[in-house]
């Protein structure tokens, strides 16, 4: 991210309400300028002064969201399922076409890895503890396999971001990682040489794009005033900016039930 507890704000001179978004250590490290036009954006459909607050892992995030001290987020699914009882759905992104992602492991592409089995006893990124797909469908696939996940890896650590899994993978730090799909396949546009040193391994099956949500403070009114803003992105210019650099087609209404499958998975998580 720019910087741990950034904050990317430029109040509204006769605006009297803030609207604060927490966002995730996705693959924003340096896109202040972005931030600012979607900022600019958003200010102009909601009528308020919008604040993007930005801190290192998905667990501060939800801390400040659970906490009331921003209103919105946009977070993983796996973070959603463990509170959704709390917070509201408010937007889920498309990407290429589909509200939907995967999960990517990834292993250095200068060594002869094939598959998951010749990482076994190797050097292993994991994004975050609340990552779905940096983390928890990882220990899933393990599990499943028959395996200890904390025993698989000869050594796996946490980057807490998944641009910054693919280079560690990239330079070495790493034999290997589980990083976003959709991280994964920006950064190839954006960044080819970076992912050009990492080989995907393996996709998952598909899960609910990581979404937007409302904190339990938030009332119905402006929840569905930001769901709206959201919505109406690809019908403004600026709003089409800013999905385009995203590399997103729309942020639209989603089902809960987008995210069992990520839920099926933290219940066996937390059972294990």
């Known amino acids: 991210m720019i910087a741990a507890a950034a ?5 509204l001179a006769a605006a009297t309400e ?17 931030l600012q036009r979607w900022r600019d954006y958003l200010q102009a459909a909601l009528g308020t002064a919008v604040e993007f607050v930005q801190r290192g892992t998905y667990g501060q995030v939800m801390d400040v969201l659970r906490a009331g001290q921003v209103q919105f987020a946009w977070i993983c699914g796996y973070p ?30 200068a060594r002869p890895f094939g598959d ?6 190797r050097s292993f990124a994991y ?24 025993r698989y890896f000869g ?11 693919v280079e560690a993978v990239a330079a070495g730090l790493a034999d290997g990682g589980a990083v976003d799909g959709y991280v994964w396949e920006t950064l190839a546009e954006l960044q080819p040489a970076l ?6 391994l393996q996709r998952s099956h598909d899960f609910g794009f990581p979404p937007i949500v409302a904190g339990p403070q938030v009332d119905a009114r402006s929840g569905g005033a930001f769901a ?26 989603g089902e809960p039930g987008l995210f069992e499958g990520i839920a099926e998975m933290a219940r066996l998580q937390a059972g294990s």
């Open 7 to 11: 904050c990317v704000a430029a109040p």
């Open 18 to 34: 803030v609207t604060r978004i927490g966002l995730t250590p996705v693959f924003l490290d340096d896109r202040l300028r972005l």
């Open 80 to 109: 959603y399922v463990l509170h959704r009882h709390e917070l509201r759905l408010v937007a889920v992104p498309h990407w290429r076409g589909r509200p939907l992602y995967q999960s990517y492991l990834i292993a250095d592409a």
């Open 116 to 121: 998951l089995a010749a990482l076994r006893g």
């Open 127 to 150: 994004s975050d503890p609340l990552s779905n797909s940096g983390f928890l469908y990882m220990q899933h696939l393990l599990r499943r396999q028959g395996h200890d996940p904390a």
């Open 155 to 165: 050594r796996s650590f946490f980057t807490h971001s998944h641009r910054h899994v």
């Open 195 to 200: 992912t050009g040193r990492t080989r995907v």
């Open 228 to 253: 709206a803003a959201l919505a109406a992105m690809p019908s403004d210019p600026g709003g089409r900016s800013v999905l385009a650099e995203l590399r997103l087609d729309r942020f639209a209404t």
